[in-house]
């Protein structure tokens, strides 16, 4: 069985920063692409950033320049800075990724609330 735990959010004001983390348990056997999600209130789901295992990084345009998406293979650890929040910022924040077992697989963690107070 494979777990995704994120840790980080919570409550911060605008202009404050947060890091998130998610990391990946259980029998794996390589991780392919991380990335992280986001969901507002009463809006779909839209995607933040992902990080390819061999670094490769891509951004939502609007995020671009505040969020910085890492990652630790050794610890099979997906980080999400974030700088400058802002209101609009506030939703559960989900990580992804795709992991190999004997199949290769999507996987989402339960999510984490960032809340931006103005």
């Known amino acids: 069985q494979v777990r995704l735990v994120e840790s980080g959010g919570g409550l911060v004001q605008a202009g404050g920063s947060l890091r998130l983390s998610c990391a990946a348990s259980?029998?794996?056997?390589?991780?392919?692409?991380m990335g992280w999600y986001r969901q507002a209130p009463g809006k779909q789901r839209e995607v933040v950033a992902f990080i390819t295992s061999g670094g490769s990084t891509n951004y939502a345009d609007s995020l671009k320049g505040r969020f910085t998406i890492s990652r630790d293979n050794a610890k099979n650890t997906v980080y999400l800075q974030m700088n400058s929040l802002k209101p609009d910022d506030t939703a559960v924040y989900y990580c992804?990724?795709?992991?190999?077992?004997?199949?290769?697989?999507?996987?989402w963690g339960q999510g984490t609330q960032v809340t931006v107070s103005s």
């Open positions: 259980g029998s794996i056997f390589s991780i392919g692409a």
């Open positions: 992804n990724a795709l992991i190999l077992r004997t199949d290769l697989r999507n996987y």
